[in-house]
């Protein structure tokens, strides 16, 4: 291979070794430290598959409870964060949970002089923090006044509480949860490679987590579920499925929420969400969502199953934040507030056996030496 062969985007180029997750395309398996995702979204929770990302071990009872004691006190925002959030709340809320973390991290004196163990320490509070800024900013943007977490609530209850300023039940506390486990890791994607460039520069876990979040507001990352559903609304019912997805077909338009840059068979998740978006679509009269996202399905599998096409996590994820209420443009923010602990896990994996990422571009510009011209003699 020549040296000076170009791998755009990275494609296929291995530039780290990871225990944290391992996303296996072809036989459609989601692996969190060995554990398949469906074992643990049977039996475990968010706070669980959080500590087992960033310890590498499934916790003990005590070490859950310290755990979640943490989660919990980092889940209240201090007041200047708060008065960001409520003085901006117009704004687009990935770009407000961007500049609210970078806030946080200006004003904590660990995060100048940084150590290991801080980096730990700010990150595991970064997982109850960065899901209660989400939930804070869908707040001020619907009028309400900021609520402080309920020590009664998991992770995934406090978001729905401090969202809304009513106690969830626990069907929704529960699809909630789910939706935070599927979402927490996911190889090396885009976002999750943003947050190992910057940490290898010895920044601090706050500048990895600015960067993740950043790459994740594209829409080529963070943005398929609201476009997915947007499509399945576009649709309207299922009647009208053969019709506007033929066309789009025919036109070679991309549908949003099926095919993945690695899984070539049914993504994991997207199996695992189907039937909660079945259930919650039901319960919130949004029936009619769940059974035109299911034609739409048919029909795609029908015509583009043989060529490894099937949904992906984005196409019932949309409709489940949906149904709970969350309206389209916070999707993105709240895929942030799950993954945050496998960004912070991969970048503390990271930083353990550092090198600073420095890759190489091949020049193709003018190689000159080319002769100045002063400036009143150029034409």
Known sequence: MDANTVFKGLE?????????????????????????????VQHSSYEEVSFL???????????????????????????????????????????????????????????DH?????QKEIGVELVGKVPALVSSIRRAAEGGKYVKPSPDLSLAGNMLYQSTGKKPDKSSERIMDVCLMLHADHGSNASTFSSLVTISSLSDIYSALTSAIGTLKGPLHGGANEMALKLIMEVGKPENVEEVIGGKLEKKEKIMGFGHRVYKVYDPRARILKGFAREVTARNGKGQLFDTAQKIEDVMISKLGTKGIF????????????????????????????????????????????????????YVGERGPLAYIPIEKRN
């Open 12 to 40: 296929g180029v291995i530039v780290s070794e990871t225990k944290v997750g391992f996303v296996d395309g072809e036989a459609g398996r989601l692996v969190y430290r060995g554990f398949n995702i469906e074992e643990l």
């Open 53 to 111: 990302l960033i310890n590498g071990h499934l916790p003990t009872a005590s070490e859950l409870k310290s755990y979640r004691d943490v989660i919990m006190k980092s889940s209240s925002l201090p007041s200047e964060v708060i008065d960001l959030i409520w003085a901006h709340s117009n704004k687009y809320p990935t770009s407000l949970l961007r500049t609210a973390v970078s806030l946080l991290g200006a004003n904590d004196t660990r995060a």
């Open 114 to 118: 940084i150590t290991d163990s801080d």
């Open 311 to 362: 949904p992906n996590v984005d196409f019932y994820s949309g409709m489940v934040y949906d149904s709970l209420g969350f309206h389209p443009d916070m999707f993105t923010s709240l895929f942030a507030a799950s993954r945050t602990s496998g960004w912070v896990a991969r970048s503390l994996e990271y930083v353990s056996d550092n090198k600073l990422f420095r890759p190489r571009s091949s």
